[in-house]
């Protein structure tokens, strides 16, 4: 309720190929179709002291029941780089150098669920996603949901998510980290006794 919403989603975590694929979701509410800016980040975490990155991630986005809505490898390369800087500036986000690796797309996702896979051309790595909603306003569709599952563990391979709330208000959220309960829907190799902790 209110002016509160989602203005930002992310998560940082390791990412590689086939069972390693960085897997994120996230749910757009009912309203006119949001732009959003959908990033997966390798080689520009470096700059930012993030040791063994994705070196040239690969970024695809699905709508609910597997239709592809977008891909991108090499953000720079493709013709929406232009429109991608001035979004990356409206929404906050900190800026790609021309020539790096890392991807992105803007798109206007119609409401329901879609999903987010980040994929390394080699080795496995730590890669970022992120997905900026681009003009909040009065009517447009807000982001309602932020999933990932991946590979957790301890140290490096702690699994990182942050939100940003826009607005004056507060909004209420709920948080949870899902580990035993993924056994039950068929995933194997489930986090065992997962540990949650938020932080301002």
């Known amino acids: 309720l209110g002016t509160a919403r989602l203005a930002n989603l992310s998560i940082r975590s390791a990412a590689g190929t086939d069972s390693d694929t960085l897997i994120v ?4 509410g009912q309203g006119t179709a949001p732009s959003l800016l959908v990033r997966g980040i390798g080689p520009t975490l470096a700059a930012f002291g993030v040791n063994g990155t994705v070196a040239d991630p690969v970024l695809t986005l699905y709508r609910a029941g597997g239709a592809v809505l977008g891909s991108n490898d090499d953000w720079g390369s493709g013709a929406d780089a232009a429109r991608i800087t ?6 906050g986000a900190f800026a790609l150098a021309a020539g790096s690796r890392d991807a992105a797309l803007l798109v206007q996702p119609a409401g329901g669920a879609h999903t987010v896979q980040l994929t390394a051309k080699g080795a496995t790595g730590v890669a970022l996603i992120e997905t900026y909603d681009v003009t909040p306003a009065t009517g447009t569709a807000p982001l309602i949901n932020l999933s990932a599952r991946t590979r957790v563990g301890t140290g490096a391979e702690v699994l990182i998510a942050g939100f940003v709330v826009s607005g004056s208000e507060p909004k209420r959220l709920l948080i949870r980290g899902v580990g035993p309960a993924l056994t039950a829907l068929g995933v194997t190799g489930a986090l065992a006794d997962p540990q949650l902790a938020v932080y301002r």
Do not use: I, L, R
Not at 25 to 28: A, E, K
Not at 86 to 91: D, K, P
């Open 25 to 28: 979701g996230f749910y757009v």
């Open 86 to 91: 001035t979004a990356a500036a409206q929404s």
